[in-house]
């Protein structure tokens, strides 16, 4: 079933789809009245049938809900800025798999270096590559994309979560060796490295702050395929995939 | 260290490389008499120094040698002709990650129907794609990429595996179920659908053919994502990732 995303949750057991989205259900699914489509509202799914259907705006009555199924795992990924479009590959990749926020993280190997205004425009695509992602694979909530941060400020959100792991090709643990068991309810900060790694003091400041340093084995990743694969199997070990 | 692939052996411990190769080496990378390299051949990696170096040829001594860092899973991805151009990035993914073999298979539900003559057209391409990637990643070999296949080839060479194994969005066990064992050496062939996933009838060709059907979630993985995450958990769970 087609699935959209809301804002805000039924009013009167009716919702509105507004926008370019309403132009999409009426132009290009060619959706008509009675026809029925999912609502995703903040990690609940509501099954509407349509009510009323123009080109800016469907109205729908919501016929049911359930809970949408999200990782119980709460992924936040923390990406270096990688060179050209790889940011992308990386948060079509992490929607589709169940990161709940993506962070670019500017480190000191980091090739690409942007302003925070040349990020403000290309920030408006990569919420539109979430959006997408997250409608097509059914997700609960669309992912946050944040404004890019140093690493000092990345550290310091991963220290208030319940787990921070750091990839590291130089060596580290496991991933099976974190503790991760089936259906728990955790937060967790995954932090992955630009084309060039981290520089040893930046191993150093993540380890003092009590992230654990995670190796993902003797094949050298490339920077968008490490947090791909470390999602994977994080959500696996979460029991979620 | 700057890494290249040899079809032969050392004869009296020297190797050579020719081709795009070498002049990559002499002019690309800049490398000069008595710089170092390594040179892998069949899951063997020499370290050499350079003996004698020109554009076309570069001249080697193999100073040692080790076993590559290969997986013990020896793992063929079966994936179905994906629409563009979504295969040259499961090919440089899945050899990044560790896979062995790619063969492409043409099932009811590809959009994409290729002739033969189309896809020798494409190969080479795909085939440096792998090169390239292996290269990068370190890899002991360069994954072989086969002519396409009919599914029922592909089902029938599944069957001489160890494990064989088809991603199924309608449902299936978990890889965790599979009963692989950290270290284990074991065949394994990984079965992937196309955008329009597999019908009724092929799922059933499989299942009756003792391929496992493994589900990847609720979450709905595009068909260049899910062998991703497939072939990343299949490592883990093999304690190679």
């Known amino acids: 079933m087609p699935r959209f995303f809301s804002d805000h949750p039924p009013i009167d057991g009716e919702l509105r789809i507004t926008g370019d989205d309403a132009w999409h259900i009426a132009r290009s699914l ?6 029925r489509l999912t609502v995703c509202c903040n990690r609940v799914d509501y099954s509407c049938t349509i009510l009323s259907i123009s080109d ?18 709460r992924l936040t990924l923390y990406a270096a800025l990688p060179k050209k ?31 925070g205004e040349q990020f403000a425009k290309k ?9 997408e992602a997250a409608k097509q694979s059914g997700r609960g909530i669309i992912p946050q994309i944040s404004d890019i941060i140093s690493l000092d400020e990345a550290v310091s959100e991963m220290r208030s979560m319940d787990l921070g792991i750091m990839l590291y090709e130089k ?15 955790k937060s967790v900060g995954l932090l992955v490295g630009p084309e060039g ?12 702050n009590g992230i654990k340093t995670v190796w993902l084995g003797p094949r050298i990743l490339r920077c968008e395929t490490a947090p791909i694969a470390a999602i994977s199997i994080l959500l696996f070990l979460n029991n979620d995939m």
Do not use: H, W
Request: aromatic fraction near 4%.
């Open 30 to 35: 060619r959706l008509r009245l009675n026809d």
């Open 56 to 73: 800016s705006e469907i109205r729908l009555r919501a016929e049911s809900s359930s809970m949408s199924k999200e990782p119980s795992l």
């Open 85 to 115: 479009d790889k940011l992308e590959l990386v948060i079509m990749k992490a929607t589709e798999l169940g990161a709940e926020r993506i962070v670019p993280v500017l480190t000191e190997f980091c090739a690409l270096r942007l302003t």
């Open 123 to 131: 920030k408006q695509r990569l919420e539109r590559i979430a959006y």
């Open 171 to 185: 060596g580290g643990v496991s991933l099976g060796s974190l503790g991760l068991a089936p259906g728990e309810e």
């Open 197 to 208: 790694g981290f520089s040893e003091r930046e191993a150093r400041l993540c380890q003092e």
